[in-house]
């Protein structure tokens, strides 16, 4: 299996998990393998890629209103 096809099966069933606490588990598990300096890299393109959600919806219901 390929590395893309694995980090789509692991997503899926990431967001399958019902249970806050395993949920944490699992994502503490995945990050706890990358150093600081990828952490914070993940971090700075999660908040990029939110902002940008933000926007995207702000934009969607703005249209929608015309």
């Known amino acids: 299996m390929n590395k893309k096809a694995m ?6 069933e990431y967001r399958d998990i019902q249970n ?3 949920q944490y588990h699992v994502m503490s598990t995945i990050l706890n ?3 600081d300096e990828q952490l914070k890299a993940i971090l700075k393109l ?3 890629v939110k902002k940008q959600d933000m926007i995207e919806e ?4 703005a249209m929608g209103q015309q």
């Open 7 to 12: 980090i789509n099966n692991i997503d899926v």
């Open 20 to 22: 806050i606490d395993n």
């Open 33 to 35: 393998c990358f150093n």
């Open 46 to 48: 999660t908040k990029k």
């Open 58 to 61: 702000k934009n969607n219901v």
